[in-house]
């Protein structure tokens, strides 16, 4: 029992010298003196510890919710901007039928989204849909790679764009903050070939009320969506959403056809 007792009081002294750590949470340091060694018996103590543990929970519950409704603020601006996302879309959906075909680049995480955005084109999850011609410029390691070396990494998407991209297609470049040099070189090269241009971005410079210049230096892209968030895992959860309704909507158009993409 007394070697019980004497580890139960090493963890809590370890847990009182931690006490810095949860400086925000004020009960936690009960039971502890200023040396971070427990003014209490040991007992009452451990008790205390275990109520405030639930409390710690309760904080820990209280951050999912905060962080649930950090989505639900940039998935409510997002539904604001259907006018632009349909727009888009019917824009996409005019260069498809005339035979256009999709490029799309992201540099980091954002290069797994585009490879993401070209298969949902490709191949369609939901039977019936007709595969829509699209290419990740981010896939070709090899290209990517040599590009990369010889002509700096800022030139990778614009140097694919200007050899695979004809002037009927659509270029989608995807940063985060709009602060990806190759995103930008890639979308600058796609708007001298008259392509296209959607940039998918989040709230760079959000304070503004321009789009393009929400998107920071993404100003050339005839599109420019705008997550509106700064944080990163949230804008990238949105541009999830917001591509797949892009994709479900440029089929839309395409079924209507005649009036809707004249």
Request: glycine share 8%.
């Given at each position: 029992?007394?070697?019980?007792?004497s580890?139960?009081?090493?963890?809590?002294?370890?847990?009182?010298?931690?006490?810095?750590?949860y400086?925000?949470?004020?009960?936690?340091?009960?039971?502890?003196?200023?040396?971070?060694?427990?003014?209490?018996?040991?007992?009452?103590s451990?008790?205390?510890t275990?109520k405030?543990?639930?409390?710690?929970v309760?904080?820990?519950?209280?951050?999912?919710?905060?962080?649930f409704?950090?989505r639900?603020?940039?998935?409510g601006?997002?539904?604001r901007?259907?006018?632009?996302?349909?727009?888009?879309?019917?824009?996409m959906?005019?260069?498809?039928?005339?035979?256009?075909?999709?490029?799309?680049?992201?540099?980091?995480?954002?290069?797994?989204?585009?490879?993401?955005?070209?298969v949902e084109?490709?191949?369609p999850?939901?039977?019936?849909?007709p595969a829509?011609?699209?290419?990740?410029?981010?896939?070709?390691?090899?290209?990517?790679?040599?590009?990369?070396?010889d002509?700096?990494m800022?030139?990778?998407?614009?140097?694919?764009?200007r050899?695979?991209?004809?002037?009927?297609?659509?270029?989608?470049?995807?940063?985060?903050?709009?602060?990806?040099?190759?995103?930008?070189?890639?979308?600058?090269?796609?708007?001298?070939?008259?392509?296209?241009?959607?940039?998918?971005?989040?709230?760079?410079?959000?304070?503004?009320?321009d789009?393009?210049?929400?998107?920071?230096?993404?100003?050339?892209?005839?599109?420019?969506?705008?997550?509106?968030?700064?944080?990163?895992?949230v804008?990238?959860?949105?541009?999830?959403?917001?591509?797949?309704?892009?994709w479900?909507?440029?089929?839309?158009?395409?079924?209507?056809g005649?009036?809707?993409?004249?």
């Open positions: 029992m007394a070697r019980l007792a580890a139960r009081a090493a963890r809590l002294a370890r847990t009182c010298r931690r006490q810095g750590d400086a925000r949470d004020k009960s936690f340091t009960r039971g502890c003196d200023a040396r971070g060694i427990s003014s209490s018996d040991t007992h009452r451990l008790t205390t275990v405030e543990r639930h409390m710690s309760a904080s820990i519950e209280q951050v999912a919710r905060e962080a409704a950090r639900d603020t940039a998935g601006a997002l539904a901007d259907a006018e632009l996302i349909t727009r888009t879309a019917r824009d959906a005019v260069r498809f039928r005339r035979g256009g075909k999709l490029v799309v680049f992201g540099s980091g995480g954002a290069g797994t989204d585009a490879a993401h955005v070209a084109f490709m191949h999850v939901i039977v019936g849909k829509l011609p699209a290419l990740a410029l981010s896939n070709d390691a090899a290209t990517v790679s040599a590009v990369g070396t002509d700096g800022a030139e990778v998407f614009a140097h694919q764009v050899h695979w991209a004809d002037p009927g297609d659509i270029a989608l470049g995807i940063s985060r903050d709009g602060g990806s040099p190759a995103v930008r070189q890639g979308l600058a090269a796609a708007h001298d070939l008259d392509l296209l241009t959607v940039a998918l971005t989040g709230a760079h410079h959000a304070d503004r009320t789009h393009a210049d929400r998107a920071g230096p993404m100003t050339r892209a005839d599109h420019v969506i705008a997550v509106a968030s700064t944080d990163p895992a804008v990238k959860e949105i541009h999830v959403t917001t591509y797949h309704l892009m479900e909507l440029v089929h839309v158009f395409l079924e209507q005649g009036e809707a993409l004249t």
